[in-house]
Structure formats: structure tokens, C-alpha cells
């Protein structure tokens, strides 16, 4: 017997609304906590109490959501840079290793150190943000040249360059600046500190123990910088243009092996800028695992934002909830478990937007 | 319904066909008969709704309503299989072979014997039994990629034969072929209905239409205008306005004019394909200002090197002259500064990008000027307006100018691309097949904005399989063979005999 009923999905020929990819995303998230919480309840849990624990984790307190604000701080800087480079079609998953190369060069200005220690704040910090891009940006550079000219593929090379960056930066703080022999460098001298809410304390009593600091700022200015270039900038018309179809580009007349290289080094300068956000803004110093995971999250965040610098905010505080209240729950894999289903979810939701989904009663049969 | 198999009425009977896609009544109510051992005709523009009355006919589409019989038995299909059960092969415009394998090896692609020995010797003796029946000849063992175009097409007759189809369904034969290949083909079709086969022919071109076939159906917008009536007394003007539902003017309007200062100078240019064979060997010609200079030649013999070389897209050694400007071996920017519009052969993948919207499609050329460049912004509004211009100027048929091209005809799209490229007021353009697949009334819009063109004195090189359309709009025409210019006329002095042999190879002359 066949069903009475037939699901068929037809192309869609008109436009899209506007509000529909939103609505799908939105609508993948809520999915993914009820499957989530499903299993939750099959593991004999009680998924309302797992989830209001879980809300009061990260958003209970202003202490708890400044935490993840923290979080989400490299995640948004990394993401709008992975923003760019996917709208070319270009996969760099590298960010991870020019994060810890842009805070390797970042603290070499108090490390070796660049600048006398008593100059003023200001000096200290630019000069830390203009390393920590220069370190992200050659770190791109180096995919970026073998892309371009040699046609290697930039997923391979990012992936393996991130290993070489994790290294690299032990070595330093194994060997040359390590703390006594600790695998961490000397807390950083205060004068290269990013400043923080909480450094204002005691003018208001309020951002007291708020971690929050300036590093989410450069977030912002990151996420409206990428946003003019993709959506104002001739730049962001050509990395559209070869992102969708590389033959018309070159037809076009647009210079696809310049851009390659400039898309990968501004990419890999936000990622650079991250890692000296967080060893400035949270760490004061350089240590190992500096990076929970933060370039390859801002590869997630990336797609979930639909390659929107604007969206990426409010994903990356998503994931940043998740990071925060990971920490607070038993088995942690439950975010992870939240994370997956979501990116699965949000990118199988895409089809909704090129399909429509029709249910039809199923007519008699011609025989 | 107690007709044997061969005093059924009809082969094929289809009645009441509807089928909707989305916004478009894809066939409404048609009607479609096939006689047995007759050659019957489906014409009509793009997106009239040929294809998708096929497809229901081969079981891709199942229709919403309506009835086909087959040899007077109703049936219904549910896949491509059971149509093919039911002896429907169809030969489709693009070859689906693989290049590598044997005639012998492709034709039995899919098929559940041999099983597991391939014992090729025997099978290629049962395939020279089946040419010899159909007059369809090619060696068996050769390698696809070593056939022509046209032999090739062969063996996916070949292949619907072997698997018993007795209504063959040709979905536009003769685009791909010469002038002699499409006489053959003519003739293998006779061949065929005499035994006893059927066919059904998709064609855009009225002539062959007029030469072939037996009866005719015509589609316009989803409906049949004309059900299976003798195209024999029709004159082709009949035809052209049963299709688009208007008159179509076929005399070319082409005022004579003295050509000007040379504006291309090519000379002694050579370069390699893909494989890094030699593809061009030392072509050099010229053209003139008001000049449309025509390359005829089958695919594949070195026209896409050549164009792509004069465009910057490729490599290649020699001199390649804009008005006394080298732009040989030069990124395609400078070849565009000195005023070069590029009308390419492949519009999807090269000359639009299919995913952006109308108004970043036309702003492809000129974006890095102003006014649509407004220091390091593009100016958007201003953008949308010079879209609106074209789109209204050049009647692109879209819902508006965000929408993305990929949902555009193929008609529309050329019209976007001729858009683009003449509103920049070129010096020099280069076409490669700009009507190709495109239906009359698009055509004329193309070949009327060429002319245009020409009279404003640009120069124009125009690389044509349709030889009519070739020999109607150049001045001076030439032949390449084998990367080589075999041959340059004046069109007045020639004719398509002598071009079609030329073509083949088996004429030379040079001037």
C-alpha cells in the first residue's frame, strides 16, 4: 500500500525572503537542543533541569555572561577573517595556528622586549596589536603563496601549518622564556595588560570581577571592517565574484593570485589579532593551550553565520555560551554534543532554502 | 485495447499531457502521436516545453494528468527504466561516453551482461551485426576520444538500439555536427524508419525540419500550436511564427559598408591546449574597422585556443595587436582597457557567475570605473540603475535586476552578456557561437545587435558552427582546420559546400 500522502521537494524559482535563512537557522538551533535534550532524557536525565542549569551557567549572572563575552571575543575576530576567505571559497582552517602566532609575536614586544617597559600603555599595545597582526598576517601569507602560485592545496597546508604554530610557540616557552623552567612564560608586566571592566571597580562598584576587556571591541571593529569590505568594497565584489565562479573572475579581468594572497594575509591578521587579544586581554602571558579550540570554532561559527560578519557576533556568544557552561556540566560532551548537532542541523537546513517542500494528497492511480 | 504490436495506431500516443513546475504550466493539455516508422518533429523556443513533454515520455516526469500509450497499451512509468523496457532510448545533445573506453565497452555500459568476463571479440561482432542492419558505421574497438563528433553520435544511437528501443528520441542531433555529418545523419534516419523504427527529432533548425521529417508538432509556452501537421507545404516563415507566435524576419538587414583602419592584427600566432598539444599553428590574420570576420570549423580544431589567447585567458607566442597596442601574453585587464568585449562560448561557466544577481553580472566590466566605482566603494544605486538601463534596453527577461542569473534563459543570459559587453562600446568583439542553443526570435536579437555594432565600426570576430548564420553576417570568412587557417574568403565569393569541405579537411586554399 502506498502512502496516501506524497512529500515531494521542487526547486525553488522565485526569490528566497529575506527573513526565510534566519528562520531555518533559528529553527535548526531549537531542533538541535530538542534532540539534544532527547537524549538527555534517554541517559535519565531530566533535560529541563540539564537546560536551566545549563541557561544559569552562562547567562545567571553578569559575571557569568562578561565570561563569555570573553569567549566569544576571539571567535568573532577569527570568524568575520574566516568570513572573507570562504567567500572566495577559500578553506583555510588555519586560524588556530595564526592565533598562536600572532600572540607569539604579540608577546615578543615585552619578551625580548621591543620597547622599555615604562613606555606608556598605549605604545605597548599598538605596538602588541601591530606584531600580533604582522605575525597572523605572514602566517597567512605562507598557504596564501603556496596557493596562488603552485596551486597547493590551502586546506592541507593550513591544517598542517597549525601543528608547526603550536610548536613553534612551545619551544619559546619551554626553552628561552620559559618561568623557571614552567611551560609559560613570566606573567607579562601590567603595562600590557588590555584594559578591563574590572579595572574599574572602584569607581563603579558594578564591574567589579567583570573579566570583560577591550580585546571584544576590536571584535566589533573587525566584524564592521569585514562587513564594508564584502558588502560596499570593489575588494569584496571581486572576492564574490571569484568565490562564485573563478573563470568569469579571470575573464573579468580581476587578478585571482593577488587576491588568493591578500584574502589568506587579512584573514590570518584578524587570527593574529585574536591571539594578542587573548594573551593581553586574558592570560598575560604566553602559555600553551592559549586557544580553547578558537580557530577551528570560528570555522563553525563562520558557516552557521552564513559568511554574514554581522551575525557572527550573536554566534559566536552561542558558542561562547556553550564553551562557559561546558565547563559547568557533567559529562562537559554535552556542549560539544549541542555544537555538532547544531552545525549539522543549520547546514542541512540550507536545503529548505533552495527546495520547497511540498505535501500532496496522492491522486488516484491511471491504470 | 486489443491491438497487437504492429497494427497498433500509433508507436506513441500521449493525450492531455499537464505537468506544472512552479509557476510555469510546463505542458498544457498537449497532445503527441509517433507512427509508427515515421520521422515526426518537435519544434519550438527554449523553454516551450520540448524537453519536459520528453522527459515525460522517457519516465523522468511523471505528469499530473493525461494518458501515453505505447503500441496502444496505456502504461505508466515510474522511471527511465521502464521506458526503456518499453523500446524509448533517447539520444541526448550531450553525449554521455566515456572517452577512454571502447565503442564496444560504452555501449555496454550499465547493461547486466557480460557479467563478468568482458569476452569483447563477441560483442563486437554482435555491435557490427547491428551497424550493418542500420548502415550506422564505426569500429567497434576504437576508443571514444579517438572518434569525430559525428561518430560519436553514432554510438549513442547505437547504444539505444542494442537495448531495443524501437522509438528513438534525438534531442537536438545536428548542433553538434558539419554540414555532410548532418546529411548522413539524415540519411541513417531514413535507414531506421524503414526498419520498422521511429523517431522523434528536437530540432530549433526549420530547415532540416522541412527536409526530414514526416510530421510536425510545434510548442509555444507549454501549448501545442501545431499537432502533427505536414511541414511539406509550410514555408519556413510559418514555421518561425507557429514557434514564437509572431513574424520572424529572416533576411539579414547587412548594409554594405567600407571597412576602416585594421583594429585586431594577429600574426603568426600558435598556442596549446589544456593537454599542452599543439591547438593553434601560426594563424595570423587581420580585421577592420565595420568588419565582421568569420571562423568556421568543426569543434574542436582550435577555436577556443584562439579565442581564449586573443583574450588574455591563455598563453601563446606570436603577436596579438589591438590597434597597435601588444596585448599577447597580457592579463585580460589590458586586452579590456583597450576595448575588448568577449562574447565567450560557455556562458555559464565563464562568462557569468550564475550565483551573484543580474546587476553584479552587467557591472563585471566596468566595476573599477566610475561612476560605478566611487573611490575604494562600488556604488551600488548607481549600479542597479545601469542594470535597470540594460535590462529595459536590451530586453533581459528577468523579475528584476537581484535576481540571480543562474535562473535566467538562455536566451536572456546571452542578452545580459551582449548587454554588458556593447554597452562598454568596444573596439574589437570577439563571439564564440553567441546563438548557439538559442531559439529564433533570440537569435535575431543577437545577430541584429552584432550588425549594429558593425555599422558603429567595431570590428568583430565571429567563430560560428552555423555556417547560414556565418556566411549571412561576415564580410570576409575563413576556415580553421587542425589549428590552422585553411582558407580566407570573401563570404560573396564562397558557399557552404566549399566551407563544409574545407572544414572536413579535405580543401585547401589559401589567399
Redesign the interface.
Known amino acids: 500500500m502506498k502512502s496516501p500522502i506524497k512529500i515531494t521537494a521542487?526547486?525553488?524559482?522565485?526569490?528566497i525572503p529575506k527573513w526565510l535563512p534566519l528562520a531555518t537557522s533559528l529553527g535548526a538551533i531549537v531542533i538541535s537542543f530538542t534532540i539534544s535534550g532527547i537524549i538527555l532524557a534517554f541517559s535519565g536525565s531530566n533535560p529541563i533541569r540539564v537546560f536551566r542549569f545549563f541557561f544559569n551557567a552562562a547567562f545567571g549572572s553578569w559575571g557569568a555572561f562578561s565570561d563569555i563575552l570573553v569567549k566569544a571575543t576571539p571567535l568573532i575576530i577569527i570568524g568575520v577573517g574566516c568570513c572573507l576567505a570562504f567567500k572566495m571559497k577559500i578553506i583555510s582552517i588555519g586560524a588556530e595556528g595564526q592565533f598562536y602566532m600572532g600572540a607569539f609575536f604579540a608577546s615578543l614586544v615585552v619578551l625580548v622586549p621591543l620597547v622599555p617597559l615604562d613606555s606608556p600603555k598605549i605604545l605597548v599595545l599598538s605596538l602588541m596589536a601591530l606584531m600580533g597582526i604582522i605575525g597572523g598576517a605572514l602566517y597567512g601569507l605562507i598557504p596564501g603563496l603556496l596557493k596562488a602560485y603552485f596551486n597547493v592545496n590551502e586546506i592541507i597546508t593550513t591544517l598542517m601549518l597549525n601543528y608547526v604554530a603550536v610548536y613553534w610557540n612551545n619551544y619559546w616557552i619551554f626553552g628561552k622564556y620559559s618561568d623557571a623552567g614552567f611551560q609559560m612564560t613570566p606573567t607579562f608586566d601590567k603595562v600590557a595588560w588590555l584594559p578591563r571592566l574590572a579595572d574599574m571597580a572602584k569607581e563603579i562598584p558594578f564591574f567589579s570581577g567583570i573579566t570583560l576587556h577591550l580585546g571584544v571591541v576590536f571584535g566589533l571593529f573587525a566584524a564592521v571592517l569585514i562587513w564594508a569590505i564584502l558588502k560596499?568594497?570593489?575588494?569584496?565584489?571581486e572576492i564574490?565574484?571569484t568565490g562564485?565562479?573563478p573563470?568569469?573572475?579571470?575573464?573579468?579581468?580581476?587578478?585571482i593570485k593577488g587576491n588568493i594572497i591578500l584574502v589568506m594575509v587579512v584573514s590570518g591578521a584578524l587570527a593574529g589579532l585574536a591571539g594578542m587579544s587573548e594573551v593581553t586581554g586574558v592570560v598575560h602571558r604566553l602559555q600553551e593551550r592559549i586557544s580553547s579550540n578558537y580557530g577551528f570554532s570560528s570555522v563553525i561559527v563562520a558557516w552557521l553565520a552564513k559568511l554574514n560578519p554581522f551575525a557572527v557576533i550573536p554566534v559566536a556568544v552561542l558558542f561562547g555560551a556553550l564553551i562557559v557552561a561546558g565547563r559547568e556540566i557533567q559529562p562537559s560532551g554535552l556542549s560539544f554534543l549541542i555544537q555538532g548537532t547544531t552545525l549539522f542541523l543549520v547546514i542541512s537546513s540550507d536545503v529548505l532554502l533552495r527546495y520547497?517542500i511540498r505535501i500532496t494528497r496522492r491522486?488516484e492511480?491511471?491504470? | 485495447m486489443t491491438h497487437t504490436i504492429d497494427d497498433a495506431p500509433f508507436a506513441v500516443e500521449m493525450r492531455d499531457i499537464v505537468l506544472r513546475?512552479?509557476?510555469?504550466l510546463a505542458n498544457d493539455h498537449v497532445n503527441f502521436t509517433l507512427k509508427r516508422g515515421e520521422i515526426h518533429a518537435l519544434l519550438g523556443e527554449n523553454g516551450a516545453g520540448k524537453s519536459t513533454l520528453m522527459n515525460v515520455l522517457s519516465g523522468l516526469y511523471r505528469p499530473?494528468?493525461g494518458?501515453i500509450k505505447i503500441r496502444g497499451k496505456?502504461v505508466?512509468f515510474n522511471s527511465p527504466r521502464n521506458a526503456i523496457a518499453y523500446g524509448i532510448g533517447m539520444v541526448h545533445q550531450h553525449f554521455m561516453l566515456v572517452p577512454t573506453l571502447s565503442v564496444t565497452e560504452n555501449i555496454l555500459l550499465g547493461l547486466n551482461a557480460p557479467r563478468f568476463f568482458m569476452k569483447l571479440a563477441k560483442y563486437d561482432r554482435k555491435i557490427l551485426a547491428l551497424q550493418k542492419a542500420f548502415g550506422l558505421k564505426v569500429n567497434p574497438s576504437a576508443k571514444i576520444w579517438q572518434l569525430s563528433v559525428g561518430e560519436q553520435q553514432r554510438v549513442e544511437i547505437l547504444k539505444t538500439l542494442y537495448r531495443g528501443a524501437e522509438i528513438l528520441i534525438l534531442d537536438e542531433p545536428t548542433a553538434v555536427l558539419a554540414p555532410q555529418e548532418i546529411e548522413e545523419l539524415m540519411g541513417t534516419m531514413r535507414t531506421l524508419t524503414d526498419q520498422g523504427k521511429s523517431i522523434i527529432f528536437i530540432s530549433h533548425k526549420l530547415n532540416e525540419v522541412k527536409t526530414v521529417a514526416d510530421r510536425l508538432t510545434v510548442l509555444r509556452k507549454g501549448k501545442a500550436t501545431a499537432e502533427g501537421i505536414d511541414p511539406k507545404n509550410l514555408s519556413r516563415g510559418d514555421l518561425a511564427e507557429l514557434m514564437v507566435g509572431r513574424e520572424v524576419i529572416f533576411q539579414i538587414n547587412k548594409e554594405a559598408q567600407q571597412p576602416g583602419e585594421v583594429v585586431l592584427d594577429v600574426n603568426d600566432l600558435s598556442t596549446t591546449n589544456n593537454r599542452g598539444m599543439q591547438a593553434v599553428n601560426s594563424v595570423s590574420f587581420s580585421i577592420h574597422q565595420g568588419e565582421i570576420f568569420g571562423i568556421a570549423g568543426i569543434a574542436g580544431n582550435g577555436q577556443s585556443e584562439l579565442v581564449e589567447a586573443i583574450?588574455g585567458?591563455r598563453e601563446s607566442t606570436g603577436s596579438i595587436r589591438i590597434n597597435g597596442v601588444e596585448i599577447g601574453n597580457c592579463?585580460?585587464?589590458r586586452s579590456?582597457n583597450c576595448g575588448l568585449a568577449?562574447i565567450?562560448e560557455?556562458r555559464m561557466?565563464?562568462?557569468?557567475?550564475?550565483?551573484?544577481s543580474v546587476t553584479?553580472n552587467v557591472?563585471?566590466?566596468n566595476?573599477?570605473q566610475p561612476p560605478i566605482?566611487k573611490g575604494?566603494?562600488?556604488n551600488?544605486p548607481e549600479a542597479q540603475n545601469h542594470a535597470k538601463g540594460l535590462k529595459a534596453a536590451y530586453d533581459i527577461q528577468a523579475?528584476?535586476v537581484?535576481?540571480q542569473v543562474r535562473?535566467l534563459s538562455g536566451g536572456n543570459l546571452q542578452k545580459l552578456i551582449l548587454a554588458r559587453e556593447i554597452s562598454g562600446e568596444p573596439q574589437l568583439i570577439v563571439a564564440m557561437q553567441p546563438t548557439r542553443g538559442l531559439d529564433v526570435g533570440a537569435i535575431e536579437v543577437i545577430q541584429k545587435l552584432l550588425l549594429e555594432q558593425r555599422r558603429k565600426g567595431a570590428a568583430i570576430l565571429l567563430l560560428s558552427e552555423e555556417l547560414d548564420e556565418l556566411l549571412e553576417l561576415s564580410d570576409r570568412i575563413a576556415v580553421i582546420f587542425d589549428g590552422e587557417l585553411v582558407g580566407k574568403m570573401d563570404s560573396k565569393d564562397t558557399d557552404i559546400n566549399t566551407i563544409g569541405m574545407m572544414m572536413t579537411g579535405s580543401l585547401r586554399s589559401e589567399s
Open positions: 521542487e526547486r525553488r524559482m522565485e526569490e560596499h568594497s570593489r575588494w569584496g565584489y564574490a565574484l562564485d565562479n573563470r568569469a573572475a579571470k575573464y573579468a579581468g580581476i587578478n520547497k491522486k492511480e491511471i491504470v | 513546475f512552479p509557476g510555469v499530473e494528468s494518458v496505456t505508466q583574450t585567458l592579463p585580460p585587464r579590456i568577449h565567450p560557455d561557466g565563464v562568462g557569468t557567475a550564475p550565483n551573484l553584479n557591472i563585471m566590466k566595476y573599477a566605482r575604494w566603494r562600488i551600488y523579475p528584476s537581484e535576481t535562473k
